[in-house]
């Protein structure tokens, strides 16, 4: 009797493997999409999904902004992108967000360089790390993963919009489910609970890409990306634009797509 009960598992299991991997992996995008003379930032594309994400785009002939806390760290990243994909145009500029100042004069340094700004991926988080305060006094994971691309796509916005058709992805996470924004201690300062931070600052992504999307319209296309998962499409495709499109394989990213992904992926 048990053998059967443990054999019928194990055939349970081996025939649900694969659509555990296809959930696990999200939507595929198979896109061939080019993305020449198109400007894009990623914030915290010095590694993990942010460098993934450099790495298909700079595929895809996109110039790359690598923004990063870290330099050196950057500089290495670009580098290994540029030998592998032979795009020469990725380059590092200085950005902490946990720095409001910093913040500032990266975005001083992009509006005198850049002539335009079509993607801005605000993707650079710190998750469940000890308690600690931006240099503004603000609790780490708020104030970097939401207050510090709130100021910076604040700061750029102009130039999103005169660059338009314009894409904003924020990346998100599954997390913000369990996120409660606690107006009565929002640093934090009285208890600390590092997952719980971290849930309320992906939640706080996720309502403002809302409410900008709404206050945007048509001017911006917006993305919510939760990662590992799915891409949300806040905006209705304006027709023959282009949407972004993340694909995951495992844990990490991801390849830029066109139109029709969004319903793509919420298809799949
Ligand atoms: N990986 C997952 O399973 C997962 C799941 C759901 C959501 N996400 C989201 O996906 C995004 C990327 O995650 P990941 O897994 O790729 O993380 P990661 O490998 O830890 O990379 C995070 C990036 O953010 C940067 N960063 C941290 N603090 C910063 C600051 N103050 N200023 C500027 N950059 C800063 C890091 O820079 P340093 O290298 O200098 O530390 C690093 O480049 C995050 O928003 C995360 O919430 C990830
Ligand atoms: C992205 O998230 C930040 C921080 O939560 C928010 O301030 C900003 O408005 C969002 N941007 C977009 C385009 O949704
Ligand atoms: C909100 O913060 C207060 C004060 O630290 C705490 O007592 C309460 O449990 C928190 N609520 C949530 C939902 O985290």
Redesign the pocket.
């Known amino acids: 009797m048990f053998l059967y009960l443990a054999a019928g598992v194990c055939v349970l299991l081996i025939l649900l493997v694969p659509r555990i991997r296809k959930f696990a992996a999200g939507g595929v995008c198979v896109s061939t999409a080019r993305l020449d003379g198109k400007t894009v930032i990623i914030?915290?594309?010095?590694?993990?999904?942010?460098k993934e994400t450099a790495r298909d785009l700079a595929k895809r002939g996109a110039r790359i902004i690598i923004a990063?806390?870290?330099v050196i760290?950057g500089e290495i990243a670009a580098q290994e992108v540029i030998a592998e994909t032979g795009n020469k145009q990725v380059i590092v500029r200085k950005?902490?967000?946990?720095d409001s100042s910093s913040v500032k004069q990266f975005a001083e340094k992009i509006l005198k360089e850049e002539q335009h700004l079509h993607i801005l991926i605000n993707?650079?988080?710190?998750?469940m790390c000890p308690y600690s305060k931006t240099v503004d006094g603000f609790e780490m994971q708020f104030g970097?993963?939401h207050l510090?691309h709130f100021l910076l796509t604040f700061l750029l916005l102009d130039l999103i919009k005169r660059s338009a058709p314009a894409r904003i992805v924020n990346?998100?996470?599954?997390?913000h489910l369990f996120g409660r924004i606690n107006f009565s201690d929002l640093q934090s300062e009285k208890n600390y609970d590092s997952g719980r931070a971290y849930c309320q600052s992906?939640l706080a992504n996720v309502l403002f890409t809302r409410e900008l999307a709404r206050r945007l319209e048509e001017t911006v296309i917006q993305h919510l990306l939760?990662?590992?998962l799915k891409i949300m499409k806040l905006q209705k495709d304006s027709g023959t634009q282009a949407a972004s499109c993340w694909e995951f394989s495992g844990?990490r990213a991801l390849k830029l797509d066109t139109a029709k992904t969004a319903e793509y992926t919420l298809a799949n």
């Open positions: 914030t915290g594309a010095n590694t993990g999904i942010g990063c806390r870290d760290k950005l902490d967000l946990a993707n650079a988080g710190v998750m970097v993963n510090g990346v998100s996470s599954l997390a992906k939760h990662s590992k844990n």
